[in-house]
Each structure stands twice: as C-alpha cells, then as structure tokens.
C-alpha cells in the first residue's frame, strides 16, 4: 500500500511540476528579450543623439 500511494503521488504532483517549469522558462525568455531589446534601444537612441547634436559648441 505504501509503495501504491507514492508512485500515485509522484505521478499526480509531476505533470503540474513540468508545466509550472515550461511556464516559468517561457516566462523568464519574455523579460530577458524585453530587457535586451531595451537596453539595444536605449543605445541605438544614444547613437542617434549623437549624431544629431553638434560636435563642437559654438560660442
């Protein structure tokens, strides 16, 4: 009986246990993306900055 319950238990508690893992890394792959689009950004709004802005100040 004991042997039943836990092969039991194992096999209820696992298929929630995967789901919550795909869930959680898909999750983790959305805000990663989110913060490397925005920091390239944040650069490539730098760069631009740059280019429009004169280079030497006129006085």
Same mark, same amino acid.
């Given at each position: 009986?004991?042997?039943?319950?836990?092969?039991?238990?194992?096999?209820?508690?696992?298929?929630?246990?995967? @789901?919550?893992?795909?869930?959680?890394?898909?999750? /983790? %792959?959305? *805000?990663?993306?989110?913060?490397?689009?925005?920091? @390239?950004?944040?650069?490539?709004?730098?760069?631009? /900055? %740059?280019? *429009?802005?004169?280079?030497?100040?006129?006085?």
């Amino acid at each position: 009986m004991p042997q039943e319950f836990w092969t039991n238990a194992i096999y209820s508690v696992t298929p929630t246990i995967l @789901v919550g893992l795909v869930f959680w890394f898909i999750l /983790r %792959a959305i *805000l990663k993306a989110d913060s490397t689009e925005r920091k @390239v950004r944040a650069q490539i709004e730098a760069e631009e /900055r %740059a280019k *429009l802005e004169p280079s030497e100040p006129k006085a």
